[in-house]
C-alpha cells in the first residue's frame, strides 16, 4: 500500500493536519524529521508520497524556506532525484511550497531542477491570516472533481513572481493549479483581500511540468470539518432555510481524496 513521509523540522507546524486530511482520505502517513532522513534512520525509496508542510522552517532566517531546501539539497539531493524519476507525487503547502521553489523542483521544465519562481512578501507588507477562495485552472487527478475550495492563508511571503516567458510557458503546459477567485468565482484581478498576497495573475498553486508536483500557498488541511469554516454559521443558516442537510466536511477533503486516489 501507498504511504506518505510527512516532511518535519524545526519550525514546521502542520504535520499533524496534513497526517489526519491524508489518513481520512484513506492513505497512511508518517511524520518523520529531516534529521532522520539524513541519518538513514528512514528512507525517502519506502514511500510514495512527500509532504512538505506548512510552518517556518528554521524561523525563515535565511528566507522562507531557504534553510531547509538547502539542508535537502546537500544532503539528500541523490534520493530526491531518485523519488522524483519514479511514479511518485510531491505536496508542498505554504512553507512548503517555498522550500519546492528554493530546491528548483517546480517549475522544473524538463526536469531541471533550477529556480525560476520566486514567493515574495505580501504586497501590503504584512503577514496574511484570512480564508480565501480558490478556483482550479488546470484539469489534473489534482483538482478533479473540485468546483472550489476554500481554505486559510498564514503567510508573510507568498506573492508568487516570475519572469514573463516563464508565466507563459506555465500558461500553455497548463501548471496553474489554483488561483484566488472572489466568492462568485469571478477573477481576483489582483484585488485584496481575495488575492492576498498580490500574486502575479492571481496564482495560488502550480505543478511541475510532469504534473507530479504540486504546490499551494493556501492551507487546505486547516480547515476539513465544515465548521472550521469562519463564515459557518451563516452557511448552516442557508443551508436550514432551503431543507438542506449539514456536511460534516468541508469542500477541501476532495483534494485530499484525490491524492490518495491517484495511488488507487
Same mark, same amino acid.
Given at each position: 500500500?501507498?504511504?506518505?513521509?510527512?516532511?518535519?523540522?524545526?519550525?514546521?507546524?502542520?504535520?499533524?493536519?496534513?497526517?489526519?486530511?491524508?489518513? *481520512?482520505?484513506?492513505?497512511? !502517513?508518517?511524520?518523520?524529521?529531516? &534529521?532522520?532522513?539524513?541519518?538513514?534512520?528512514?528512507?525517502?525509496?519506502?514511500? *510514495?508520497?512527500?509532504?512538505?508542510?506548512?510552518?517556518? =522552517?528554521?524561523?525563515? #532566517?535565511? %528566507?522562507?524556506?531557504?534553510?531547509?531546501?538547502? *539542508?535537502?539539497? &546537500?544532503?539528500?539531493? =541523490?534520493?530526491?532525484?531518485?523519488?522524483?524519476?519514479?511514479?511518485?507525487?510531491?505536496?508542498?503547502?505554504?512553507?512548503?511550497?517555498?522550500?519546492?521553489?528554493?530546491?528548483?523542483?517546480?517549475?522544473?521544465?524538463?526536469?531541471?531542477?533550477?529556480?525560476?519562481?520566486?514567493?515574495?512578501?505580501?504586497? =501590503?507588507?504584512?503577514?496574511?491570516?484570512?480564508?480565501?477562495?480558490?478556483? /482550479?485552472?488546470?484539469? @489534473?487527478?489534482?483538482?478533479?472533481?473540485?468546483?472550489?475550495?476554500?481554505? /486559510?492563508?498564514?503567510?508573510?511571503?507568498?506573492?508568487?513572481?516570475?519572469?514573463?516567458?516563464?508565466?507563459? +510557458?506555465?500558461?500553455?503546459?497548463?501548471?496553474?493549479?489554483?488561483?484566488?477567485?472572489?466568492?462568485?468565482? =469571478?477573477?481576483?484581478? %489582483?484585488?485584496?483581500?481575495? @488575492?492576498?498576497?498580490?500574486?502575479?495573475?492571481?496564482?495560488?498553486?502550480?505543478?511541475?511540468?510532469?504534473?507530479?508536483?504540486?504546490?499551494?500557498?493556501?492551507?487546505?488541511?486547516?480547515?476539513?470539518?465544515?465548521?472550521?469554516?469562519?463564515?459557518?454559521?451563516?452557511?448552516?443558516?442557508?443551508?436550514?432555510?432551503?431543507?438542506?442537510?449539514?456536511?460534516?466536511? !468541508?469542500?477541501?477533503?476532495?483534494?485530499? *481524496?484525490?491524492?490518495? #486516489?491517484?495511488? +488507487?
Amino acid at each position: 500500500m501507498a504511504k506518505a513521509l510527512i516532511m518535519s523540522g524545526y519550525g514546521v507546524n502542520s504535520e499533524m493536519e496534513t497526517a489526519v486530511a491524508l489518513k *481520512r482520505a484513506g492513505m497512511e !502517513s508518517d511524520i518523520v524529521h529531516v &534529521n532522520d532522513l539524513i541519518s538513514r534512520k528512514m528512507k525517502l525509496k519506502d514511500y *510514495r508520497l512527500l509532504v512538505f508542510p506548512g510552518g517556518f =522552517s528554521y524561523g525563515d #532566517d535565511t %528566507g522562507a524556506g531557504n534553510a531547509y531546501a538547502w *539542508r535537502l539539497r &546537500n544532503n539528500l539531493w =541523490s534520493e530526491l532525484e531518485e523519488f522524483m524519476d519514479g511514479d511518485n507525487l510531491v505536496l508542498g503547502v505554504c512553507n512548503g511550497f517555498q522550500v519546492l521553489v528554493n530546491l528548483g523542483l517546480l517549475p522544473a521544465f524538463g526536469q531541471k531542477y533550477d529556480r525560476q519562481i520566486a514567493l515574495m512578501p505580501n504586497a =501590503s507588507g504584512v503577514f496574511q491570516c484570512r480564508f480565501v477562495t480558490l478556483k /482550479p485552472v488546470a484539469e @489534473n487527478f489534482w483538482t478533479k472533481g473540485i468546483e472550489r475550495i476554500y481554505c /486559510p492563508v498564514a503567510h508573510g511571503e507568498g506573492n508568487f513572481y516570475c519572469a514573463q516567458d516563464v508565466l507563459k +510557458k506555465l500558461e500553455e503546459k497548463k501548471m496553474i493549479a489554483f488561483k484566488y477567485a472572489k466568492d462568485d468565482l =469571478s477573477e481576483a484581478k %489582483g484585488e485584496f483581500p481575495y @488575492n492576498p498576497n498580490g500574486a502575479l495573475g492571481d496564482i495560488a498553486g502550480i505543478t511541475s511540468e510532469n504534473g507530479k508536483v504540486l504546490g499551494m500557498m493556501p492551507h487546505p488541511e486547516r480547515a476539513l470539518e465544515f465548521h472550521q469554516l469562519y463564515n459557518w454559521p451563516l452557511l448552516k443558516e442557508k443551508l436550514k432555510r432551503e431543507g438542506k442537510p449539514l456536511p460534516d466536511e !468541508s469542500l477541501n477533503m476532495r483534494f485530499f *481524496r484525490n491524492v490518495a #486516489d491517484y495511488f +488507487k
